[in-house]
Every structure is written in structure tokens, then in C-alpha cells.
């Protein structure tokens, strides 16, 4: 496990990088199906149509990035080698899970996080 420090700084960049990628998706479109709010580290993906919100935050005691979306939560482990988060079960990073969520959800295959 990595220690807190480490984690932390992590995180961050690694969530800064995914509200970048979700703005860039956002703007691209000219009716947006999303939004999102980012609350002192906790960033809710929020649907135009009211039906549901995805909600990332990082779990700082266990070293994880959750995600909180269609009714399950997805816990990302840091991956050392690649400097990312990971969902061990999938080995899908952090943008290429919530890319997938998104389009899941937002029955959409053409939505992509840059």
C-alpha cells in the first residue's frame, strides 16, 4: 500500500485529470448530458435528465478512488507501474471506467473522455 502522501497526490492529479477529460467531453456537445460539481474532493457527475448523479471521491484510510455509479460502487486500487488508478477486476484505469460508465448510462457509445 502506498503511503498517505503518495495517495493523496495521487488522487488529485489523477481526478484533476478526469475533470479535465469530462469539461473537454462536456463542451464538445451542444446540448451537454452532464455536469459536474467538485465539493473540497468529492466530484459529482450530475445528469441533465435528473435521472441520477455518479459521485468519484477518493478513501484516503484504504488508499482507494471510489466511484459510486449505476447502483454499485467501483473501488480503484493505485497501480504503481502504470501511475494510475485501477479497477483490479477489469483492469480499466479511472477514465476508461468512467468513459464506460457514462456511456452505459447515458446509453450513448460515442461519449469519450480525451
Request: hydrophobic content about 40%; charged content about 25%; glycine content about 2%.
Amino acid at each position: 500500500m502506498i503511503d498517505e502522501a503518495t495517495f493523496r497526490r495521487q488522487s488529485d492529479l489523477s481526478l484533476e485529470a478526469l475533470k479535465q477529460s469530462l469539461i473537454t467531453a462536456a463542451d464538445t456537445t451542444n446540448d451537454p448530458l452532464f455536469e459536474f460539481e467538485d465539493n473540497n474532493g468529492v466530484m459529482n457527475i450530475i445528469f441533465e435528465d435528473g435521472s441520477s448523479k455518479f459521485v468519484v471521491t477518493p478513501n484516503t484510510p484504504v488508499r482507494q478512488v471510489w466511484i459510486s455509479a449505476l447502483s454499485t460502487s467501483f473501488k480503484l486500487e493505485f497501480d504503481e507501474a502504470s501511475s494510475t488508478f485501477v479497477l483490479t477486476k477489469t483492469g480499466e484505469d479511472l477514465k476508461t471506467l468512467t468513459q464506460r460508465l457514462l456511456r452505459e448510462h447515458l446509453e450513448d457509445p460515442t461519449i469519450t473522455l480525451p
